[in-house]
T-cell receptor, first 114, second 113 residues
Framework: QKEVEQNSGPLSVPEGAIASLNCTYSDRGSQSFFWYRQYSGKSPELIMSIYSNGDKEDGRFTAQLNKASQYVSLLIRDSQPSDSATYLCAVNRLSNFGNEKLTFGTGTRLTIIP | DVKVTQSSRYLVKRTGEKVFLECVQD?????MFWYRQDPGLGLRLIYFSYDVKMKEKGDIPEGYSVSREKKERFSLILESASTNQTSMYLC????????????FGPGTRLTVL
């Protein structure tokens, strides 16, 4: 089982609709969860972080976390063509020496159709 | 704004060469990371550092080493480049906590012939 799993897509969503991106993780000890957006040819940029169960909203973005189900999701409301990108889910883990590091999923490619 | 810069955008090297990839951040961040990104495999952690002269192996450290002599600079070294090290290399930095809120550099596309 992969440590962080995402559906690779592509996921196509009409403009104005809600895009739903999902991620599952295997380490029950993980406490911090992140969504990064990566445009083609660019480096990842952080768009959301979530640390406790429930929803966290930031503008058109909502991150949802369910630690019992080991599931984190990202909702994008009123999808825009500029939201077309690959979305990376990242989860923290502890190294053998007790230091935090991130494990990334392979990403979901999202295309917003005008 | 945090700025993370990498020494080269594109690099072509020969098998067996020693390769240095440099990363500099200007926000006094404690934590710095080196990743490689490959299609279908995603971002994988090579090495990371939480302090000057401190380093720790990530998930795929084989064939790589690192150096952090100054807080703002983190170097990735390929002692003897091989074709399977052809990849996009991304450097990132973050403040003390939370570690996961990372800022990435533009990346170096390395081709080993």
């Amino acid at each position: 089982q992969k440590e962080v799993e995402q559906n690779s897509g592509p996921l196509s969503v009409p403009e104005g609709a809600i895009a739903s991106l999902n991620c599952t993780y295997s380490d029950r000890g993980s406490q911090s969860f992140f969504w990064y957006r990566q445009y083609s040819g660019k480096s990842p940029e952080l768009i959301m972080s979530i640390y406790s169960n429930g929803d966290k909203e930031d503008g058109r973005f909502t991150a949802q976390l369910n630690k019992a189900s080991q599931y984190v999701s990202l909702l994008i409301r009123d999808s825009q063509p500029s939201d077309s990108a690959t979305y990376l889910c990242a989860v923290n883990r502890l190294s053998n020496f007790g230091n935090e590091k991130l494990t990334f999923g392979t990403g979901t490619r999202l295309t917003i159709i005008p | 704004d945090v700025k993370v810069t990498q020494s080269s955008r594109y690099l072509v090297k020969r098998t067996g060469e020693k390769v240095f990839l440099e990363c500099v951040q200007d926000m006094d961040h404690e934590n710095m990371f080196w990743y490689r990104q490959d299609p279908g495999l995603g971002l994988r952690l090579i090495y990371f550092s939480y302090d000057v002269k401190m380093k720790e192996k990530g998930d795929i450290p084989e064939g790589y080493s690192v150096s952090r002599e100054k807080k703002e600079r983190f170097s990735l070294i390929l002692e003897s480049a091989s074709t399977n090290q052809t990849s996009m290399y991304l450097c990132a930095s973050s403040s003390g906590t939370p570690v996961g809120e990372q800022f990435f550099g533009p990346g170096t596309r390395l081709t080993v012939l």
